[in-house]
């Protein structure tokens, strides 16, 4: 089972991740269903006010027309510098409440939103019919973590806590904490719950002792990371002693001056990159032959696998989607047409 925190990181989680404001100086990491609605507003507001423009739609979800960083790995884009004086917050939620307000916004209405039509697409669930609490913790805890929506993922990796330390983590249980601290910056909070669901007073109807220890194993990180009580009848109380003194360092080297913190993740991941690194065929396949083994995610083995077809090494190739598709059946998820099995592979030379 797919539990706990993995030393992982890729750009797709970063890019995900982060919101940048270089008019206010803060890097916000985007932690759906804790507060990020609200505080993406703010942030937004606060950019309006200071350009003397509208922008605001209304949507603070929208991608395009934010006035944050579009691609922070984009280095021609933005002022290194004025990055790396930034300061980096985020806000957090009791786990427990958080999945149930995950489930009861995204998966639990039978609507076409983009995360369950998503989500029911990638794990081979009907989309007509109905997901149950349970059900849909159990297709979470068979997935690798990172490679989660961001919903229901992990928070430690929604703020990408593998490179980086945020100078301040408020809570929303205690919106006071975060309200002040973005009083220091000339920001208000402004109160966005379009897509509020109650979760908090609605835990009796959804958990049992199974649902409440799964809860418990998916999240264990973010428990002990963050203080929260691994108690749900204690799910309303603010964990003590989020503020701290953070660092990013790591985080910043790698996206403004390309420096991949290998010393920081676990050795696939490492490997991983050290691969996309490498620079000719032959140097890539030697680092491919060494790093798949011990490596159980399927959205990296089967761009080894993909590397492997192009270079006409059909057994290799063979072996690696054999793996994807193991991997990919043990977490639930359908074999989609991207996926390397759908290629028709030649006879082995």
């Known amino acids: ?33 804790a507060g990020c609605s609200s505080i993406k507003e703010s942030l937004w507001k606060k950019a309006d006010a200071a350009s003397g423009h509208a922008s605001y739609c209304g949507n603070p ?32 939620r009791n786990p ?13 209405p039978q609507d076409c939103n983009v995360v369950r039509t998503e989500f029911c697409k990638r794990f081979a669930v009907p989309a007509t019919e ?22 229901f993922r992990p928070q430690h990796l929604n703020l990408l806590m593998t ?33 509020a669901t109650a979760a908090g007073n609605r835990l009796g109807e959804f958990y049992s002792a ?23 009848s204690h799910v309303e109380e603010s964990p003590a002693g989020l503020a701290r003194e953070g660092g990013c360092e790591s985080l910043l080297d790698w996206i403004c001056d390309g420096n991949f913190p290998f010393a920081l993740v676990d050795v696939p991941t490492a490997e991983f990159y050290r691969f996309r690194a490498a620079r000719t065929p032959a140097a890539k396949f030697e680092i491919l032959r060494g790093a798949t083994a011990g490596d159980d995610s399927w959205m990296r083995l089967r761009v080894y696998a ?43 030379r």
């Open 163 to 195: 490179v980086c330390r945020p100078h301040f983590i408020g809570c929303i249980e205690a919106p006071a904490g975060l309200s002040e601290f973005l009083g220091k910056f000339g920001i208000e909070l402004h109160e966005h719950r379009f897509h």
């Open 210 to 232: 199974e649902e409440v220890e799964l809860v418990r194993r998916i999240y264990a990180e973010d428990f002990g990371l963050f203080g929260y009580a691994s108690d749900i």
């Open 1 to 33: 089972m797919a539990i706990g925190m993995r030393r992982t990181i890729d750009e797709r989680l970063v890019k995900e991740s982060f919101r940048y404001d270089p008019g206010s100086g803060l890097v916000y990491l985007n932690n759906p269903k």
């Open 306 to 348: 993909e590397f492997a077809l192009r270079i006409n090494e059909y057994d290799l190739a063979r072996d690696l989607i054999d793996r994807v598709a193991s991997l990919r059946n043990a977490s639930h998820v359908r074999d989609e047409s991207e996926s390397p099995q759908s290629q028709v592979l030649p006879e082995a």
């Open 130 to 151: 109905p997901v149950s609490f349970r059900s849909f913790l159990d297709i979470v805890a068979s997935e690798k973590p990172e490679l989660l929506d961001a919903h």
């Open 96 to 108: 427990f409440a958080r999945a149930l307000s995950a489930y009861l916004d995204k998966i639990a």
């Open 61 to 92: 979800h929208d991608m395009n027309a934010n006035p944050f960083v579009k691609n922070v790995f984009a280095r021609e884009s933005f002022d290194h510098d004025r990055l790396k004086s930034a300061t980096f917050f985020s806000a957090v």
